[in-house]
């Protein structure tokens, strides 16, 4: 099976041919576009950005948390610039990107989230469950304790390759859970 590249149109603009197949599969275009109009949220005028790509750019960036939002936006381009019939477009920059960020809001995507995100997990599932509720996070943290003998005595103090250290701490997991 050989691949295809789709055609663009010279006249369309790239906001509104930029796709992102691989989340599309988790969060539809359509869903997107249907919170939006519920949300009441459009742009004015649609420029180099669209609120669609917005919110593609949005969750990309958690997926890309060590990058930029202008490297984010270039990754998620990056397939549509080699088929652009224009060699030389230049993408938005951070600051149009933050821009719709803040037209946008966050109002919106939570209602995509609430819309989207259901639990995956059955009574089946290997530790998912826990006392009859639905386990729903676990987090390890480290807190500083105050230095007295006896959080000492209790906690001890953490030893590393450069010695002990300055004061005790609690290493701790808490899990949440929740009645479905």
């Known amino acids: 099976m050989g691949y295809t ?3 663009v149109e010279a006249e369309s603009k790239f906001c509104q041919s930029l796709t992102v197949e691989a989340l599309e599969r988790a969060v539809p275009l359509d869903t997107i576009k249907s919170v939006l109009q519920q949300q009441g949220v459009q742009a004015q005028r649609e420029r180099k950005l669209n609120m669609v790509v917005t919110v593609w750019v949005i969750i990309a960036i958690n997926l890309y948390a060590h990058l930029s939002i202008g490297h984010v936006m270039r990754k998620l381009a990056r397939g ?7 060699p030389n477009y230049r993408l938005p920059k951070a600051s149009a990107l933050t821009y719709r960020r803040y ?10 989230f ?3 995100c259901r639990p ?3 009574p089946q599932t290997p530790g998912a469950f826990r006392f ?10 480290v807190e500083d304790l105050p ?3 006896e959080n000492v005595a209790v906690f001890g103090r953490h ?3 450069r010695g002990q250290a300055a004061f005790p701490q609690l290493q701790s997991v808490y899990a949440r859970f929740a009645h479905f």
């Open 80 to 86: 549509l610039r080699f088929i652009w019939p224009d």
């Open 5 to 7: 590249l789709r055609q």
């Open 159 to 161: 030893q590393s390759d």
């Open 120 to 122: 995956m997990a059955t």
């Open 103 to 112: 037209q946008l809001g966050a109002r919106p995507l939570a209602a995509l």
């Open 114 to 116: 609430r819309r989207l």
């Open 147 to 149: 230095d007295t003998p």
């Open 132 to 141: 009859g509720l639905r386990l729903m996070a676990i987090d390890g943290t």
